[in-house]
Nanobody
């Protein structure tokens, strides 16, 4: 059983930056692909970015690509989401997830474990 704990959320002005962290425990972290999703009020949870065990990554093209970067430190069992040039529409609860899939999963159903989420609020 893998436990995931997100941190780093908060309130930031538009154009600012935040770095989210997701610390894992209870499993072999390096074997899992890791992803970030977000859910805004009244909307469905959506894919943001994912990274496989070797560092290959993918992003939701059009919404965050070029502004967000996902990376991981397998020794620290932590995955990060660096968010720059934040916009009010980035406001959401951000969730970290772990997948036993070997590739870079983008679908909610491909993930096996989820964190509780961290709130990101971007003011205009």
């Amino acid at each position: 059983q893998v436990q995931l704990v997100e941190s780093g959320g908060g309130l930031v002005q538009a154009g600012g930056s935040l770095r989210l962290s997701c610390a894992a425990s209870g499993g072999t972290f390096s074997r899992y692909a890791m992803g970030w999703f977000r859910q805004a009020p009244g909307k469905e949870r959506e894919f943001v970015a994912a990274i496989n065990w070797a560092g290959g990554s993918t992003y939701d093209v059009g919404s965050v690509k070029g502004r967000f970067t996902i990376f991981r430190d397998n020794a620290k069992m932590t995955v990060y989401l660096q968010m720059n040039s934040l916009k009010p529409e980035d406001t959401a609860v951000y969730y970290c997830a772990a997948s036993r899939e070997g590739l870079i999963p983008r679908l909610i159903g491909e993930y096996d474990y989820w964190g509780q989420g961290t709130q990101v609020t971007v003011s205009s």
